[in-house]
C-alpha cells in the first residue's frame, strides 16, 4: 500500500500536469514560430509568437491558420500566419497600392509603401477570382469565410492566388510576446484590429 502511495505520489501530478498542457493548447493559447519572410518587417522569419485561441477575429489581426485545403500547394499540417484584410460580406479592392474595404480606404501604416505597392496589383475580388479559377466567384469574401494578406506583399503567397480562409481552419489571434522584436513591430501586430 506504502509502495502504492509513493508512486501516485509522482503520477497524480504528471498526469494532472499533462490535462493542463492539453487544455492550454487546445483551448487557451499556443506559442509557434514563423517560417519565411511574408509577414516582414512586422514578424520575421523563424520568431516566436503566441495564438490566443479565445479571440475574436477581426480586420487586421495576424491569425494562424491550417493551409492544408486552403492554398493548393500547402502540405498536410502546414500553417500559414497572414493579416486579416476581409470579413465575412467584405468587398477587397485593391488600387495603386491601397486596400479599400466597403469602399473605404484602411489604413496600412504598419507597413511602407514600396511593401503596399510593389506585388500588390490592381484588383478586385472577383478579379481574382476569376484569373485563378476560385469556386466562389463574387465580388465579396464569403460568409463563414476571411480574405487574408501577407505583409511582405511582393513575396507573399496568400488569398490573392488561392482565395479565402475558412473560419474553423483559423487556430487564433497572433500576440507578439513584449520580450519580443521592437515596439513598433508589437503595436503592428497585437494592436492594429478593428
Not at 502546414?78 to 486579416?84: A, M
Amino acid at each position: 500500500m506504502k509502495m502504492l502511495r509513493n508512486i501516485l505520489s509522482w503520477v497524480i501530478p504528471i498526469l494532472v500536469a499533462a490535462i493542463l498542457v492539453f487544455l492550454v493548447r487546445t483551448y487557451g493559447l499556443e506559442v509557434v514560430k514563423v517560417s519565411g519572410g511574408s509577414m516582414e518587417p512586422n514578424l520575421a522569419d523563424t520568431e516566436r509568437m503566441i495564438v490566443v485561441k479565445p479571440l475574436p477575429v477581426k480586420r487586421l489581426s495576424v491569425i494562424v491558420f491550417d493551409a492544408f485545403g486552403e492554398d493548393p500547394n500547402a502540405a498536410k499540417d502546414t500553417n500559414y500566419v497572414k493579416r486579416v484584410i476581409g470579413l465575412p460580406g467584405d468587398k477587397v479592392v485593391s488600387k495603386n497600392g491601397y486596400i479599400y474595404v466597403n469602399n473605404h480606404k484602411i489604413n496600412q501604416s504598419f507597413i511602407s509603401k514600396s511593401e503596399r505597392t510593389t506585388g500588390t496589383g490592381n484588383w478586385t475580388l472577383s478579379s481574382l477570382a476569376k484569373d485563378h479559377n476560385w469556386s466562389y466567384k463574387g465580388n465579396a469574401v464569403p460568409k463563414g469565410h476571411y480574405f487574408v494578406l501577407g505583409d511582405h506583399r511582393s513575396i507573399s503567397e496568400d488569398g490573392r492566388a488561392w482565395g479565402y480562409v475558412e473560419a474553423d481552419k483559423i487556430m487564433g489571434v497572433v500576440k507578439v510576446p513584449f520580450w519580443q522584436g521592437t515596439k513598433q513591430h508589437r503595436i503592428n501586430v497585437n494592436d492594429r484590429a478593428s
